[in-house]
């Protein structure tokens, strides 16, 4: 029986080290160790064998086995790595070709610039006030200390609703300034952006909608050097901080004193003007805001007592600041809705 | 306005760069528009004297004229110009001259003749409009000189922005007065000089004011024997360059001191003003007039109007008469020069149309105290160019109450240095303050200011606070951050919703649109959306064309407009939305603008990757974009409802759902109707989802806990029914999850499907249940049980046929 054990064990690891493939292998694997394999039949027969015998036996016939299986192992491991070898050699996947597309939407630029603009304001502490579209005269205008038949509305051509007298689309974001205070008492940092129209033709430079971001600020001290603070450093945000900033009186009646707020102009840098450059024609500066110290009249309006607090409002196009940051050469195109222009913008 | 600058260095010298002078305006609060270099005329166009004018031997029409240009020999130029006499001085360009249009000329010859350069018209040389015949100069000049260096010629003009409260820079003196006061300058405002002949304005002129409220103040002067022609060159070029036409030398002299000193004056033809007797009233109703423009025009009470006993010949402040228009036979003139209430002359030029350089001027209010100066200097030029004799005499008649109602502001430093943040000594706020040309004198802690006659913007304490910080640029003041407490900006409920959406319907692979809040009716009546659905249309009044005749009840109207674009430009797919508004009166007419969520989705999905092909939209695309949506919200699937919805106008009625979220309605979706995608000449299928925001707000938890995770696996069980196609496969899910079972995790439709073996009209739906205890793992055989009892009550509740 030892003999014919040592022959099994020789032909079986001869057997295991001659298959090529794993399948091969199994075959062999069966043949020796299956249930009828004649490795196995060899551990059934040890019942056969004397008791006085079957320790010294069946050590033989383990270490026969044990050998096999380590031999059955080894095999495996080695026609595994074969595999891995000839599947590294052979798989290719042609990398040039397309991903699967997955379906990718687009914010639109407005959208996109008016929260960032919201979002400086609110980390200097300024919260979102909305207000309605529709409004009344009085809000938009006379609140505003515009008088009736006064030349300044005729700077803000109003469309008028068929709905009363004075119901109007609001030319501005300022009458949201007269909501906010009527309804609040200072100390006031708001920030409103929102939808506004004018009566004008839907063209290059115009459109009968387009969109403000207004603020203002009241308190018991806020000056004319704080409005002028505040806003340098939101543009610097906003624009960069190589950004020059300049104050120039203007008019509005809502405001007083008044001041215009330009940028240095991107392109061309305003200390060195480029006579020739589009974004500016030439002047090196930019008109991006106007602002001013709220005019007693509207402190007034909204029941405020101009000698015991006084603030600074501003508003700006986000439309225009739209076009400028994005080079879009044609006001237009942000209504159009021309996707192949949408999908321009980020996600 | 235009202003001509050697214009304006006839009231103030600047010494320096035009640039430096555009800054300083500029940042004074007069913005410059732009500087325009004008009459810059090639050296080679000379002053020319004619000095034979001859007939051409070979042509009819040509002449052949000899031309002393200051050389030793007279040129010889061949023209075809009417009018042509020795003597004449004219300008000439010489051969290899540039024309101020581009053209060079060139040395020609005319059938046999050779002309060595061209007579000029004045708008050959941008001097004018005239281009039928040759520029004959007024004076005498030294024939060679160029042309470039006649006085007037060569100019610069600066176009500058003038904000409505500042009518007093509408003039070359209030742009004067500007410089001198930011730069220090000295202003010289010569007065006119004035002769008087002849017969009394009185005797033959009477002025009567019946409305001194709305006409405080009325001058008026005569001149006889005029002559009226054209007026000189000198004058015809400052009116062009300051933007208005020539007419004749008595209009042009007035529209020259109206632009010179800012006071609109009007002449009339004496003859033909009734008796010479002027009565400025308000028009009586149904009144009618024929405007200079010749249109004849039905007045209302509102408008001011001169009138002579006959009737009206002017309306006040904004448009002369046909009638009493000045033409060539006219000798005399009434000239007239008034205060008119800016509000009146406003409401008429806005209600005829009819803005005219006078009304712009009337409606920013004129100096009350430069009405008779600038009588005074028109009557002084016509005097001079056209001949006429002023008679002497003022006929006025002042109310007296013109600037009465502007008493002094007072002023406090203390007041100045708060607003503007930065300390002001007393006597610089002085300083600045005399410098615009108001009085002042101390008072208290500040001073008491008059303000000078031509600056009706100057009202209150502010007002003056602003001139300070101007005169010293704004650039002064120090740059400064609030002293306020520490405080939180809040973003606010409705921004953080909408953001929250934007970025799930992103996710979703939808693209953003903004569109315009208008659309025209019939669309509207069409499209009213769900937010839109009880609200009547709001009309806009005064709209530019109909396609903003009245605000959308629905953001739908314009996606589905930009969809038609997108697809006129070749787009194959359209996934997109809006975050907007409906406008509209609700049934109680109070108007409203609801926001809404709206998606529309069109054409055809691109394909994924190859292999997989592009597919057509469909209802579960536009389902599957409000289920990531509502997902995404944390809106638990379970308690969001899917009911068909029938008839609603603007859906298929087959293929629209009423959306709701906890048993409320927030929406609905489907395929635009068939009648409108065709109306709208729009592809078959179109599909268009509108949430109404604030109720989606409403319904979405305000905070999320974490659910503890499954700590058992779970075991799912198929199951699959038969049923007719109108069956809803919503009510299986419904029934098993009314179970409220625990121990049921969730259900799902795996499959739909229809065909063989099925028999037609039948459908076969799969669902997939899975079971799951949160305590231990399940056995086999409670999950049979538990299957079997689901499939036992679905059978009797429907009477299924299902097959596990």
């Known amino acids: 029986m030892q003999t014919e054990l040592a022959a099994l064990r020789t032909a079986a690891v001869a057997a295991i080290e001659a298959a090529r493939t794993e399948a091969e292998l199994e075959a062999v694997r069966v043949q020796y160790l299956g ?228 940028i240095s102009c991107p392109s061309c840098a305003a200390s060195a003007a480029d006579r020739t450059c589009r974004v500016c024609k030439g002047k090196g500066w930019l008109e991006t805001m106007g602002s001013g110290m709220i005019h007693p009249n509207v402190l007034r309006a909204v029941g405020y007592d101009p000698e015991a607090v006084q603030g600074f409002a501003f508003g700006m196009g986000v439309d225009r600041i739209a076009l400028r940051r994005y080079g879009i050469g044609d006001l237009r195109l942000l209504f159009d809705n021309d996707l192949r222009f949408l999908a321009q913008f980020e996600g | 306005m235009h202003v001509p600058l050697s214009w304006l260095a006839e009231f103030v010298t600047w010494r320096g760069a035009t640039a430096a002078l555009v800054d300083r305006l500029t940042m004074a609060g007069l913005e410059v528009e732009g500087v325009e270099e004008v009459g810059r005329l090639d050296r080679r166009i000379r002053v020319g004297r004619l000095t034979a004018v001859e007939a051409h031997a070979g042509a009819d029409r040509l002449q052949v004229c000899r031309v002393d240009v200051g050389e030793r020999a007279p040129l010889a130029v061949v023209s075809a110009a009417p009018g042509l006499a020795a003597g004449q001085p004219v300008p000439v360009a010489l051969a290899g001259a540039r024309l101020p249009g581009g053209r060079t000329v060139e040395t020609a010859d005319f059938r046999g003749v050779a002309s060595a350069g061209l007579l000029c018209s004045e708008a050959e040389l941008d001097l004018g409009d005239d281009a039928s015949r040759v520029l004959v100069f007024d004076d ?128 009339f033809d004496l003859a033909r003003v009734a008796e010479g007797r002027v009565i400025v009233r308000r028009a009586a109703a149904g009144e009618r007039m024929t405007t200079l423009d010749g249109v004849e025009r039905a007045l209302v009470s509102d408008d001011l109007v001169i009138a002579d006993p006959r009737g009206p010949v002017a309306l006040a402040g904004v448009m002369g008469g046909q009638d009493s228009e000045v033409a060539p036979a006219t000798r005399a003139l009434l000239l007239e020069s008034a205060w008119f209430a800016p509000a009146a002359v406003r409401r008429t030029a806005r209600r005829t149309g009819l803005q005219s350089q006078a009304s712009y001027r009337f409606e920013r209010r004129v100096d009350p105290a430069m009405v008779r100066e600038a009588l005074d200097c028109v009557a002084a030029l016509i005097a001079r160019l056209a001949g006429g004799r002023v008679a002497p005499g003022v006929v006025q008649q002042d109310s007296g109450t013109l600037g009465r109602d502007a008493p002094a502001i007072r002023l406090r430093t203390a007041r100045t240095s708060a607003l503007l943040g930065t300390g002001f000594p007393r006597g610089e706020v002085a300083r600045r303050v005399r410098a615009i040309g108001a009085r002042c004198r101390p008072n208290g802690q500040g001073l008491l200011v008059t303000p000078p006659s031509w600056r009706g913007d100057l009202r209150i304490e502010e007002d003056l606070i602003e001139e300070v910080a101007r005169l010293g640029g704004y650039d002064s003041i120090p740059v400064t ?12 409920e409705t921004r953080r919703f909408s953001r929250r959406v934007r970025r799930l319907l992103v ?63 070749g787009a194959t797919f359209v996934g997109a939305f809006e975050l907007g508004k409906g406008y509209g009166t609700d049934p109680g007419g109070v108007r409203r603008e609801p926001r809404a969520v709206t998606v529309l989705l069109a054409g055809t999905r691109p394909p994924e990757g190859l292999g997989r092909s592009a597919a057509a939209v469909d ?186």
């Open chain 1, 35 to 262: 249930k009828k394999g004649s490795l196995t039949t060899v551990v059934r027969g040890l019942r056969d064998v004397p008791a006085a015998e079957r320790p010294a036996m069946g050590a033989l016939v383990n270490d026969a086995k044990q050998a096999v299986e380590a031999a059955l192992a080894g095999a495996a491991e080695r026609l595994a790595r074969e595999r891995l070898t000839r599947s590294l050699a052979e798989e290719r996947v042609d990398v040039t070709l397309p991903g699967r597309a997955r379906l990718r939407g687009h914010v639109h630029p407005l959208r996109l610039l008016e929260d960032e603009i919201v979002d400086i304001f609110v980390s200097m502490g300024f919260s979102v006030a909305d207000g309605p579209e529709i409004e009344d005269d009085y809000h938009n205008f006379g609140a505003l200390n515009f008088p009736p038949e006064h030349p300044a509305r005729d700077m803000q051509d109003t469309l008028f609703l068929d709905a009363g007298d004075d119901v109007l689309l609001r030319t501005h974001t300022s009458p949201v300034q007269i909501r906010v205070m009527k309804a609040q008492k200072p100390p006031l940092r708001v920030i409103v952006p929102g939808t506004v129209y004018r009566r004008d033709e839907l063209d290059p430079t115009h459109s009968p909608m387009f969109h403000q971001i207004e603020g203002f600020m009241v308190d018991e001290r806020v000056s004319f050097a704080d409005l002028k603070g505040t806003l340098t450093h939101f543009l610097r945000r906003l624009f960069g901080p190589e950004t020059a900033v300049r104050f120039q009186p203007t008019f509005f009646p809502f405001t007083e004193p008044s001041a215009q707020i330009d």
């Open chain 2, 140 to 267: 005498a000049l030294a024939p060679g000189t160029p042309l470039v260096e006649l006085p007037g010629i060569a100019d610069s003009v600066v176009s500058v922005e003038v904000t409505p409260n500042r009518g007093d820079w509408l003039s070359i003196l209030g742009v004067a007065r500007e410089i001198a006061a930011v730069t220090g300058a000295r202003l010289r405002h010569p007065s006119p000089r004035l002769r008087e002949r002849g017969a009394a304005a009185a005797r033959e002129v009477s002025v009567r004011v019946e409305a001194p409220d709305l006409c405080p103040r009325y001058c008026a002067r005569v001149v006889r024997e005029v002559t009226i022609e054209p007026s000189p060159l000198w004058l015809r070029l400052r009116l062009r360059r300051a933007g208005m036409r020539a007419v004749n030398g008595v209009v042009d002299a007035t529209n020259h001191v109206m632009l010179e000193r800012g006071q609109p004056l009007h002449a």
């Open chain 2, 481 to 492: 951050l609030p002293e306020a407490a520490v405080v939180s900006g809040e973003l606010g």
């Open chain 2, 507 to 569: 996710a979703a692979g939808l693209t953003e649109m903004v569109t315009l809040s208008f659309t025209d009716p019939e669309t509207n009546r069409r499209l009213p959306g769900f937010v839109g659905r009880d609200l009547v249309p709001l009309a806009v009044k005064n709209p530019l064309s109909s396609e903003t005749g009245e605000l959308r009840r629905s953001p739908l109207s314009g996606l589905v407009r930009a969809l038609r674009t997108n697809l006129d430009l």
């Open chain 2, 619 to 804: 209802f579960f695309d536009l389902k599957g974009v409000l289920e990531s949506l509502l997902g995404g919200l944390d809106v638990d699937p379970a308690r969001v409802g899917w009911r068909p919805l029938g008839e609603v106008g603007f859906l298929h009625p087959g293929k629209a759902v009423l959306v709701e979220v906890f048993g409320a309605a927030v929406g609905c979706a489907g395929a635009l109707h068939p009648e409108i995608a065709q109306g709208c000449d729009l592809p078959a299928e179109v599909w268009v989802a509108e949430l109404d925001f604030e109720k989606l707000g409403a319904y979405v938890p305000r905070r999320v806990a974490v659910r503890p995770l499954p700590r058992f696996p779970a075991v799912t069980r198929d199951l699959a029914a038969v049923v007719d196609e109108a069956f809803r496969a919503g009510k299986i899910i419904e029934e098993i999850r009314a179970l409220a079972n625990p121990q049921i995790e969730s259900v799902r439709v795996f499959d739909c499907y229809r065909g063989a073996p099925i028999p037609p009209g039948r459908k076969s739906l799969a669902y997939s249940v899975s079971y799951r205890a949160a305590d231990r793992t399940l056995t086999d055989d409670e999950v049979n049980a538990l299957h079997a009892a689901l499939l036992e009550r679905l059978k009797t509740r429907f009477h299924l046929e299902l097959r596990v």
